[in-house]
């Protein structure tokens, strides 16, 4: 069983690493979460809305489509690396 697998429940992950070796400041991963939710528009019509998280920054954005979402995250991780 691997370290992922051992850890209690809300016990803290810890931060992505870098390199030993490496010059980079920045992790070699990044994490991020989204929530989705069904919005209702009334007269029978709801459309799904979203929000996604930047975990290492805490930048926050919310979005009503899916391009939306990746554009984000790719965004994010051109920034990181």
């Known amino acids: 069983m691997d370290e992922f697998h051992r850890r209690l429940p809300g016990e803290p992950v810890p931060q992505?690493?870098?390199?030993?070796?490496?010059?980079?400041s920045?992790?070699?991963?990044q994490l991020f979460t989204v929530r989705v939710w069904r919005e209702e528009l009334g007269e029978g019509r709801s459309e799904w809305r979203g929000q996604v998280r930047h975990v290492l920054s805490g930048e926050t954005r919310y979005f009503r489509d899916w391009p939306s979402l990746v554009t984000f995250i790719v965004e994010r991780t051109a920034m990181a690396g």
Do not use: F, K
């Not at 920045?26 to 991963?29: A, N, W």
């Open 16 to 24: 992505p690493s870098v390199a030993a070796n490496s010059t980079e």
């Open 26 to 29: 920045q992790p070699r991963s």
